[in-house]
Each structure stands twice: as C-alpha cells, then as structure tokens.
C-alpha cells in the first residue's frame, strides 16, 4: 500500500505549502517515491515546484471527478522521485460542482485507490475544513498539522481535531492524526517558547521533536521554484526538513 | 451611511485579523465609531479583542440568519468606540446552512442595513473565497486586501480581483477595491522589496504608502487580549498602523 498524508490546518499561513513540498523534497532525497497532490486552488504547492500555470492541462480538480487518473495527472518535477499533481483555479468551483455527488466525500479516496505500494503521497491542503480537505482526509492514513508557534495557532486546533474525529466516525475509520510540527519557530521570542510548551503540554508525544526554524532561505525559495533544500541545502530550514523527514520515515516505520 | 469594509485575501496567514483589529483601534483612537464584523469560524478577531469564547452568545452567525439585529449582537470591548460581533464555530456550517437560500448572497448586507451614519465597519474575512467572503464583499462599499510581503502573495491576487469584479457584475455593482496593504515586511530582505516592488508597479495608488513592518510585539498583542495600539503604544507596529488609519482616513475623505 501507498502511505497517504493530508496536510492539513484552517489556520492561514502555518506552513502547510512550505511542509509539503520540503517534507516532500526530503523524503523524496532519503530514497522515497514521493507524488504531492495540490488541492489549494491557489496552486502554491505548483508554483514552488515550478510547474508553469500554463502547463497544468491535467489537474487535481480532474483527479477529484474521475476524469484523469493518478499515473496521468502526475507531473514530474525538476527534483527526482519527485511529482506532484497540479492544482489550477478550477478547484475554487469544487464546492458548487461537486456537492451534489453523493460520493462527493470519497472523491479523491477513489483516485488514489491505484498509488504505487511504498508511494508517499502527500495532499497539500487549502486553510479550510471544506469538501477538499475533508476529501483529504477521507483519502488519508493520518493528517500532519503544521502549527505555526504563533499565538493564534492553537485556536484552531480544537475544531480541527473536530473534523478528523468526525470523518472518522463517518468516512473514514482509520484515519489518525501523523503528528503536529511546529513552524517557522523563532527562539528569540518569546511567544514561539510559549507556544512549544503549551502544545507539548496539551498533545505530548503527538509533536514532532523536530521544530522547523522561521528562515528567510525558506520563504525565497518558492520564487526560485525550488524546494530549500536545492536552493541552499545548508540553510537551517534544509536541515530542520531533513531531520523532519528522517523522523517521519521512523514513525511509518518506513524501510 | 455608515463606511463597510470588507478585509479579504484567500491566501492564508496574512495579516487580515491583525488589520481588522489594529486599523480598527486606530480609528477609534482617532475617535470614529468602529464595529468589527468576526466573519471567521475560527473567530481569532474576537480572542484577540478578548472576548470570553464561552460569553458568544449571539454572534455573526446569527446576524446572517437574521435572528439578531447589528445592535444587539454588537459586544463592546475594552477599548472606547470599539465594538464587536464574534464569531463561533457555528459559522463553519453557514455553506452548508444557508446556500440553498435565495438570498444567500445578501444575508450580511441586509444585517448592515441599519449600521449608524458615520460608523465605520470593518469586516474580517476567512481565508477562502466562498460564501462568508462572497457576503462581506456584497454588504461592503470597498475591499481592502493585507498583502504579506512574501513571495506567493501575488499569486492569488489574481483570482481576488476576478472574485471581486464578478461581485460587482452581479450583487454589489459599487463595489471597488479600497486598497493593498503591504503586511509584516522586513526591510533586512530582499524578498520583501521585491514584493513591494513588484506590488507597486502591478497596482500602482492601489498600495497604500503605509507598509506594516514585521513587528513581534504585533504577534504578542493578541496574547494579551488587546490590539498593539495598547498593548506597546510606542511600537513599530503602533506606529504604523496609526499612520494607516490617517491614510485610510483620507481615502474615504473621512471628517
Ligand atoms: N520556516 C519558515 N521560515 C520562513 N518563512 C516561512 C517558513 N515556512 C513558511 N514560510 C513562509 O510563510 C508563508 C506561509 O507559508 P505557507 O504558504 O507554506 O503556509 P500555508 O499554510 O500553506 O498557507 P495557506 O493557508 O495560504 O495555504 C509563505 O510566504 C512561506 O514562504
Ligand atoms: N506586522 C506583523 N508583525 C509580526 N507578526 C504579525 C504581523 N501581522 C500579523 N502577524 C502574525 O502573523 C500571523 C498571521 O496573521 P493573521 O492571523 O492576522 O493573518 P490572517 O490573514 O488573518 O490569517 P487567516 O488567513 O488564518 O485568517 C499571526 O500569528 C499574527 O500575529
Ligand atoms: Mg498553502
Ligand atoms: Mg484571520
């Protein structure tokens, strides 16, 4: 069997773009397969591959209404081991288009019924708890909550943890949480401090060990449509992902 | 009439709460009457303005079922001249609520029917284009769009400024944009200045002069349960969203 992540948090701006495409990058370095799915219409996770929006004929939204297949849709990337299925505008109508469908939930689950055994799949979520992250999450063995050490972040997390209890009492029955991991942390302040402790106080061994650093060779390195660890894979953010995905693998128990 | 701004950006995590509050307070400082509408299920603009989760009784929810009156489901805050409708999670249903409604465009612009002359109401949006936002736009004079000075910001301006013209071509033909505001840029990277550059010369007077820098006391203010007006009067960010309000101020030619 594949190995199917939703990234996921309805909190804006945490990182789940960043996390999915560096996450990816990492794995796919370690020796993995690795195939994201981007279902933000806003494309981000395409963009900071370097796919040209031009070029995405076949996209996630025709993943979602059967019309391309998992092999079909997915993109290679400039990065081996590395593809993604695109995301374009037409996944913003998603909601009006497909929410008549009664497998309107399982849409998504159905496509990637014929991923690769041992594939990673990653599933770049949009900052909501509507139909395509819950598709997401139907699809998905567990969810990774990137949560930004921001006041805010912890908000949230509650109605999410809501959401995932209740597509595992309806749509999915063995969906688990993968674990939470802490972004763009800045060891200066004093609030990202504050809120490492209060979510290891509140979801314990739940958080990653690994705390991704806030640096800016992160942020520059969409515009370079790389992942960081191409664009400077010395840079802390490089070596935080790497240490994030050897974590990862461990908790798959990945060979 | 009263002054209805809609504050919107579908991309995540860019600083529209943090607008709503601190441009609100700062025109309240300056004196103007401000309402601000908590259109987010997540309902960060009012824990951040410290109101009790557990004291929402009526909420914006209600105001766009038409249960509650703007007057009675305003809470004042600690702050003279500012004023609140909370949000709850309640408001995470409103798709699947309220969409099959006739009026489900204009629920939020008849609740603002009787807002009082000379108020200004500030509208906090959620980080999608669907219904919640698709209400704020048709209730409002005007949108104005928190831009972070980060590399997928311009990404999806396109698809706001498309969302916004189909607004106007169909329920709200007054409907213009108000203005972007360049958010947490830090003068230190180049990446900020490029945006910057790149908004400039795309928008051109659209921008406001003012730019939001990157200010940690802003992250902190919301922990403490006020805006960073009161919170470090004398902040970089105090400072600049008072020198916001005074140019938002003048463009609506405010007395
Ligand atoms: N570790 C980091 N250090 C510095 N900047 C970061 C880091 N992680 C993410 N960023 C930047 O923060 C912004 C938000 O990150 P990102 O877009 O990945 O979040 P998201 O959760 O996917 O947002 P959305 O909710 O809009 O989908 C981006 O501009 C990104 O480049
Ligand atoms: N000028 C600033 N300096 C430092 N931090 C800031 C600044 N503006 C906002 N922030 C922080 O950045 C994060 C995102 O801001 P905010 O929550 O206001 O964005 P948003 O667009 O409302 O997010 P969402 O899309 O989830 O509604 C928050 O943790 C906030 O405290
Ligand atoms: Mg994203
Ligand atoms: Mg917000």
New interface residues.
Partial sequence: DAHILAIAN?????GK?TTAINLGAALSEMGHEVILIDLD????AS??LGIDPKKRSLSSFDLLTGDVTLQAGRCPTAFPRLSIVPAT?DL?SA?AQLSQRSDRLRLLSQALRSAPAETIILIDC?????LLTVNAMVAADAVLVPL?A???AL??LS?LLTTVREVRSSANPTLRINGVVLTMS?NR???SQ?VEADARATLGDLVYATVIPRN?RV??S??HAMPVLNYDPQSKGSLAYRQLAAEFAARLKLP
């Fill in positions: 309805q909190k804006g701006g945490v773009t219409p806003q494309g981000n963009t900071g505008s913003s909601d949009p900052p909501a708890l509507g930004q921001e006041f805010y908000e949230g109605q800045d302040n004093n609030l504050q800016v942020s520059e969409p515009s």
